[in-house]
Structures are given as C-alpha cells and as structure tokens.
C-alpha cells in the first residue's frame, strides 16, 4: 500500500484530497489491479511464527544439576554427559534433570548427577540458574535450571541412564571447549574460581 500511487488506493476518498473525477470507476467490471492483490495477500498473510508462538499455552519447567568434581588424580576433572540433537551431533553438557514433586533444588540435582554419571556428589556451593525458552508438542516452554557445584564422594562413572549417549571425566583446563553451551561454559568459569578461592 505505501507504493501506491493516490488515485490507485481503493480506500482513498474526497478528504483525502481526491475529487469525484480522479477516483477510479468502482464496479463489477472493474479488474483489481496488481496493487489491489498485493494489498489483499499483506492483509490476509499468516501470522508470523512469532506470532503463533505467542498464542501457544505456556508453561513453566524447572530442573537442576550441577559440575561434580573428582580431584582423586593429578588434575581435577569434572563429569559432564554426551547427548544427541536432533541432527546427530553428540553435545557435551552438565548432568541435570526435572526437580520431582517434594524435592528441593538442591537434592534434585545430586540424584540427577547420579543417575546420569553413576557420581555420588556432595554440594559444595550454588552456581546460579541459566533460563531459556523452546517449543515442545505445540507448547512454549520456560525452563530455569539451578545449578550446583560438587565434590565427587562415590560412585563410578557411568552412562547407563538411557537419556546419556556418554559420560567422561574432563579436567577442568579442558572444561570451556568442550561444554557445547555457552551459559553452561559461564557456570565452569565459576566454578573453577571457587574451587581456585577454596582451596
């Protein structure tokens, strides 16, 4: 509509400063011209994804996990977990799941660390809460997930949660280029920095 020229408008009328003899014959016969068609298919468009987003329900999700960390060998290491996404790629992110009806944060995220890893770890400190948006079976879904730092206690590495593709002990030296996600490589920084501080 903004390229038209004003006699072409359909909507212009006399106090849009017209007369009677510049309008275009309006009738049957009249054709649409191309403007006309354009004008219609803008006015009548799907609504943009954005838009279909925003009239999805919406629902909050909270989950919880954590960096355990062994320092039985010459260099600390940390347990992370390799999952696939949907192209295939196996990613490597902190252990962590959905906090269960009567769980805290916190006891949700050391069961989460021990049934993805197969390590039994005792919190040592927070680590903050990364949040993030995503689509699932037609809903917008907030998901927050706290985070916790641990020293490993028990266990044995393991990858026999059927959500873990694999698991792997990494020093921390290494942590930042092989966490696939940024805010979670934000949360390794500051965990190294505590157990720097600490110890």
Known sequence: MA???????????????TTDAAKPEVGRDRR????????HRRETAAPTSSAVRQRMPRIDEFSAGGLVVSTRGAHPAAAIIGRNDRRGRLLWSLPKGHIEAGETALE???REVEEETGIIGEVVAPLGK???????????????VTHFLMTAIGGELSDE????????????????RRLAYADERRIATDAIRILAETA
């Open 108 to 110: 949700a995220a050391v």
């Open 3 to 17: 390229n038209m020229l004003p006699e072409e408008s359909p909507h212009l009328g006399a106090a849009s400063g």
């Open 32 to 39: 649409p011209s191309p403007m006309d068609v354009i004008a």
């Open 130 to 144: 990364i949040d993030y948006w995503f689509v699932a079976d037609g809903r917008r879904v907030h998901k927050t």
């Open 161 to 176: 949660d059927a959500e873990v593709v694999a698991v792997e002990w990494v020093p921390l030296d290494n942590l930042g």
